[in-house]
């Protein structure tokens, strides 16, 4: 096969599957709580409801978190940030990481047909793009992390208000429309901080009320934030599965067998969800009969998309190959979608990567080695959260 056609291919497929990672379909299917193709439609109703109803409740818990831009963490919060950790915390999804990326991944609506756990979009400043986004409750109100006016930081705010009345852009859905039903939508909690901000103490005063009410919303979502899933920051996974060739070896394509044993870490120091790891990846490949044991730092770029890269050590043909060269390995992990249980999280992963002898000197042919040494793997990885 022509090394060019080889480049497009992989670049086609890379290209595919992280459009679709980050910019996903709205939510009717591939989250844990989803109803199934089969359901009748009052199960997908009932299922679609309550999916809205946990992701308003896990947004309650971060009142009072102030506004950082670019943060994803109760140290700080930006609009985005903010929905994409009530969305991750309730049903263990990532969200499209800006306003403006939210924007062209929810399905229009009006208004008048929003429903509690909808997106309410603005434009703030003298920009026409999307610069802005709340979780929307019912009644005109919504939840959102702002970064400015009186009160910044999450909170509740309305769309009947001056500011927001002039910068509204539109409403959104991620979720199919349930049947009518609502939810607190946090007038009382609002009036009570206005009548704080007269006293001279706003800042004290709405800090310890909402302190308190994310208090009392957390008893309402223990039990899933305390799931045998884990909700540490480390996590320890495993997976397998088949090798596939890019290039037959007379007439072969199935490379052999691999596996992996990954330990991570979760940070957000970039200002976003990341993992950091040290992944041993077993091989066996069956087509020269050779036994690999790759050792790579892996990157998690976001829920989605990994990268990884280190030394090859082999059995069957020495760590150092002749010609002054040495093995290496490096390659992108993409899981399009995963499914939370108590035993942990099942995710279906696909993953190209690179295993060659590298040599220096002007006799290496890059364009060779890839056509020789690009191999894609599908499998199944299980994810287990460790720590509090």
Not at 171 to 198: I, K, L
Request: one cysteine or more; proline letters at 5%; charged letters at 15%.
């Amino acid at each position: 096969m022509p090394i060019k056609l080889i480049v497009k291919v992989f670049i086609s497929v890379l290209l595919f599957f992280c459009t679709y990672g980050l910019f996903a379909s709205p939510l009717e299917s591939g989250y844990a709580l989803a109803p199934r193709a089969s359901a009748s439609q009052e199960e997908k109703d009932l299922a679609y409801r309550n999916a809205r109803i946990r992701v308003v409740e896990a947004s309650r818990k971060y009142l009072g978190v102030p506004y950082r831009y670019g943060g994803m963490s109760t140290a700080g919060l930006d609009c985005s940030g903010f929905l994409g950790l009530a969305f991750n915390d309730a049903l263990g999804v990532s969200l499209p990481r800006s306003a403006s990326a939210l924007y062209s991944w929810t399905v229009r609506i009006p208004i008048e047909r929003a429903q509690p756990g909808d997106f309410v979009f603005f434009r703030t400043g003298n920009t026409s793009s999307i610069t802005h986004v709340g979780l929307y409750l019912g009644d005109r109100r919504f939840i959102h992390a702002a970064s400015a006016g009186s009160q910044t930081g999450v909170i509740y705010s309305s769309l009947d208000e001056q500011y927001y009345v002039n910068t509204y852009a539109g409403a959104g859905r991620a979720f199919p429309e349930s049947a009518p039903f609502s939810v607190d939508t946090g007038s009382t909690n609002t009036a009570a901080a206005r009548n704080n901000s007269s006293s001279g103490n706003s800042a004290a005063s709405n800090t310890a009320s909402n302190r308190q009410t994310r208090t009392a919303e957390q008893s309402n979502t223990n039990n899933r934030n305390n799931s045998n899933t884990g909700s540490g920051p480390f996590l320890f996974g495993v997976s397998a599965a088949p090798i596939w060739l890019t290039v037959s070896n007379e007439g072969v394509v199935f490379g052999g067998f691999s596996a992996q044993v990954s330990f991570a870490v979760q940070t957000d120091f970039l200002g976003s969800k990341m993992s950091i790891g040290l992944d041993v990846r077993p091989e066996f490949d069956s087509y020269n009969s050779v036994f690999y044991l790759p050792v790579t730092l892996s990157l998690g770029l976001n829920e989605y998309i990994s990268i990884f890269g280190g030394p090859v050590f082999s059995f069957g043909n020495p760590l150092f190959v002749p010609d002054n060269g040495f093995y290496y390995y490096f390659g992108m992990t993409i899981t399009p979608v995963s499914f939370k249980t108590n035993a942990g999280e099942f995710s279906p992963y696909f993953q190209a990567s690179m295993q060659s002898d590298f040599k220096y000197g002007s006799d290496y042919d890059f364009a060779a080695d890839i056509s020789k040494n690009l191999r894609f793997t599908t499998g199944v990885r299980w994810v287990m959260r460790l720590g509090s």
